[in-house]
T-cell receptor, first 111, second 111 residues
Framework: RKEVEQDPGPFNVPEGATVAFNCTYSNSASQSFFWYRQDCRKEPKLLMSVYSSGNEDGRFTAQLNRASQYISLLIRDSKLSDSATYLCVVNQYSSASKIIFGSGTRLSIRP | SQTIHQWPATLVQPVGSPLSLECTVEGTSNPNLYWYRQAAGRGLQLLFYSVGIGQISSEVPQNLSASRPQDRQFILSSKKLLLSDSGFYLC??????????FGEGSRLTVL
């Protein structure tokens, strides 16, 4: 079983739609969680951290469910500029800061 | 502020040739450093991470090696490249909150 699993997509949705991604992780000792965004042929960049109580940043909402070992990302009112690959990231502090990426979910927003 | 530099940006190498990719970080001390590889259309695979000088953890058996001769320098090497070594190599440093900051990447094509 992969340490971090994501639906690879692609998700192809119209502008203005709401889209949600899920990610599961296998190590229950994982300490911190993030969503990164990667544009084509570029390095990944942090989109947002994921906190236990859930957190929101504008149109983006992240949730963490430790009991079920999954995290989610919700994008509301999607824009053309949201088209990218979204990477789920898990930091296993218990393993000396071993940081594992999911394989990414591709999102394409159409006009 | 912290910066991370990675080079070369692009290289084309024949099978069996050696490889050296270099990464340096400025503006922070004793950072956790990481090497990831991303094959075309795939996610990021953790290759090596380092929590200090001379301390290297290897995640995947392969013909690559990493070294950390100085606190802010992380080098990825190979004595003999394989076709399967082609990919996008990313160096990153990790903050104490677990967030990763990436270099711009090195795109390697092995022919």
């Amino acid at each position: 079983r992969k340490e971090v699993e994501q639906d690879p997509g692609p998700f192809n949705v119209p502008e203005g739609a709401t889209v949600a991604f899920n990610c599961t992780y296998s190590n229950s000792a994982s300490q911190s969680f993030f969503w990164y965004r990667q544009d084509c042929r570029k390095e990944p960049k942090l989109l947002m951290s994921v906190y236990s109580s859930g957190n929101e940043d504008g149109r983006f909402t992240a949730q963490l469910n430790r009991a079920s070992q999954y995290i989610s990302l919700l994008i509301r009112d999607s824009k053309l500029s949201d088209s990218a690959t979204y990477l789920c990231v898990v930091n296993q502090y218990s393993s000396a800061s071993k940081i594992i990426f999911g394989s990414g979910t591709r999102l394409s927003i159409r006009p | 502020s912290q910066t991370i530099h990675q080079w070369p940006a692009t290289l084309v190498q024949p099978v069996g040739s050696p490889l050296s990719l270099e990464c340096t970080v400025e503006g922070t001390s004793n950072p956790n450093l990481y090497w990831y590889r991303q094959a075309a259309g795939r996610g990021l695979q953790l290759l090596f991470y380092s929590v200090g000088i001379g301390q290297i953890s290897s995640e995947v058996p392969q013909n690559l090696s990493a070294s950390r001769p100085q606190d802010r320098q992380f080098i990825l090497s190979s004595k003999k490249l394989l076709l399967s070594d082609s990919g996008f190599y990313l160096c990153a440093w990790g903050s104490n909150t677990g967030e990763l900051f990436f270099g711009e990447g090195s795109r390697l094509t092995v022919l």
